[in-house]
């Protein structure tokens, strides 16, 4: 009788306790089911496979172009222009023939000379056969034989001056523009044209010293100009100056470019590529990096005991970079998917699908250029 009164005075306790055990139920099981449907959210993404590419070492610098070969073509005597045989920008070979200036008066000694040479020659060995029958004396020969020589010298410099009246190019290239007209008189020193070889040009440019030990003759080095935006010239280092700048702290360097179908002229501006070292390594997008104070992170893409697709964050070495790429040094794995589109949105574990169609591989990607490492 006891135990049912109790019971009874107790019923309605039991009653609220039930009730606020069901009013807790239902506010913390929509809270476990929403984060439970949360976690499951599938993320769309884009990835790529990490493979090996090849990584290109390489420093950046501007030079300026330069012909192989250039002179001013000019007179060394004083005369009359009387013919020229050039014209403005063509293409001669060494040894042709680019103006003639008036030569009778050269002509004129030349033939003195050479009938003054015969004259002594014929005295000089009359005095010879006299002297072979001591019908002269040893002197008189040796006075002949000394006027011959002189004559002789003087006829090979008036041939020498005739000659140089006729200018001829020194070697194959490209003139300039003509200075001069017909029937001009110049003097000694004036200026014809201008000669180029322009079959390969020379480029010098500068290096900081702290390259000194990783540049050698033989480099291959890559050129572009404004006048071909869509052209590369390629050429080698020839030669690295003996001595450091100590004002710049740099070093000269010259490189050599062949330019057979000469479009390349002195005084353009080059952008210069350095081709420093090349190696074959394993590299992804800069877009899959993920940067957290000191270390850098990656989500690749794993299959789940459930098959579904999972981001599982990584902790990963970078090492140098070039145009858009990264060098992984450690922390995945060849074969690996890497997430380079929506990092963002993902957390470690999370669910995702891959949408449109992968990025390109790192190995089949374009690079141009390369920072140092870091």
């Known amino acids: 009788m006891l135990n049912d009164n109790y019971i009874t005075k107790r019923l309605p306790l039991f009653i609220i306790l039930l009730v606020l055990l069901g009013i807790i139920a239902n506010i913390l099981w929509p809270k476990a089911e929403v984060k439970e449907k949360a976690f499951q959210r599938i993320i769309s993404v884009q990835t790529t496979t990490v493979t090996l590419a090849e990584f290109t070492d390489s420093l950046e610098a501007i030079g300026t172009a330069r012909a192989n070969e250039q002179v001013l073509i000019t007179s060394k005597h004083s005369d009359f222009v009387e013919q020229i045989l050039f014209n403005d920008g063509q293409v001669v070979n060494k040894g042709d023939v680019l103006v003639k200036l008036n030569n009778q008066q050269a002509l004129a000694k030349v033939s003195e000379l050479n009938a003054n040479l015969s004259e002594s020659m014929a005295q000089f060995k009359r005095f010879q056969e006299l002297l072979t029958s001591n019908a002269t004396s040893k002197s008189l020969v040796d006075q002949q034989e000394a006027k011959t020589k002189a004559i002789a010298a003087q006829l090979q410099s008036a041939r020498t001056k005739l000659d140089d ?119 992804i997008p800069e877009s899959a990096i993920i940067p957290i104070e000191e270390e850098h ?23 140098r970079r070039q145009a858009g790429l990264v060098e992984v040094i450690s922390g995945i794995k060849l074969g690996q998917q890497v997430v380079t589109k929506g990092t963002l949105k993902l957390r470690d574990g999370a669910v995702v699908s891959l949408v449109n169609e992968p990025e390109q591989p790192a190995s089949e990607q374009t690079s141009t250029a390369s920072g140092e490492g870091k």
């Not at 869509?230 to 050429?235: R, S």
């Not at 992170?297 to 090492?319: D, H, P, Y």
């Open 165 to 283: 009246l006729t200018i001829k190019a020194p070697f194959s290239g490209v003139l300039g523009f003509r200075d001069i007209s017909l029937g001009a008189y110049i003097d000694a020193g004036s200026i014809i044209t201008s000669l180029d070889d322009l079959s390969v040009i020379k480029v010098n440019f500068t290096l900081p010293e702290r390259f000194l030990t990783t540049i050698e003759v033989g480099q291959t080095i890559t050129a572009r100009s404004s006048a071909y935006k869509n052209k590369q010239f390629t050429g080698r280092i020839s030669a690295i100056d003996s001595r450091i700048n100590p004002s710049t702290r740099s070093i000269n360097v010259r490189a050599n470019i062949e330019n057979k179908a000469l479009k390349l002229r002195p005084g353009m501006l080059l952008n210069l590529t350095l081709v420093r070292q090349q190696q074959t390594l394993m590299q």
């Open 297 to 319: 992170f990656v989500f690749v893409v794993e299959q789940g005991e459930s098959g579904q697709k999972l981001a599982k964050r990584k902790n990963v070495t970078i090492g």
